[in-house]
């Protein structure tokens, strides 16, 4: 849960959501414009920030998962391509599927932490 603290710096925030958090769904589809013309790049931000702990941070950063969507499978190649090599799965902008892939994706880690870290 976010803490709502009006003094801490959303920046702060993120990072703290993000050290706290063992699992990250990152949608990087939400990169449109707005009236200005101008991409809103929170998403792949953000999703950098996770990808950051994970591979810098200590022993449980290191044990981070997620997901990644976007609307098609291969369309972030067309703005962000270094991610390229991660698994990143199609939603199709239908929230049908996404709730379906977030559900799948959860009883594969539930299955996982159940058997220990050797499944």
């Known amino acids: 849960m976010e803490i709502d603290d009006g003094s801490q710096i959303r920046l702060d925030k993120i ?3 993000i050290e706290d958090s063992d699992l990250g769904i990152h949608d990087i589809s939400r990169t449109q414009l707005n009236i200005n013309g101008l ?3 929170n998403m792949p931000f953000e999703f950098g920030i996770f990808m950051g702990a994970k591979r810098f941070g200590g022993s ?4 981070k998962s997620c ?3 976007d609307t098609d499978r291969f369309r972030y190649m067309e703005f962000i391509s270094d991610i ?3 698994d990143i799965k199609s939603h199709e902008n239908d929230p049908v599927l996404v709730i379906r892939k977030i559900r799948n994706w959860r009883k594969v880690k539930s299955n996982q932490a159940a058997c220990g870290p050797y499944l």
């Open 15 to 17: 990072y703290d959501i």
């Open 39 to 41: 991409p809103s790049f």
């Open 60 to 63: 449980k950063q290191k044990t």
């Open 67 to 69: 997901l990644i969507f």
């Open 84 to 86: 390229s090599g991660q």
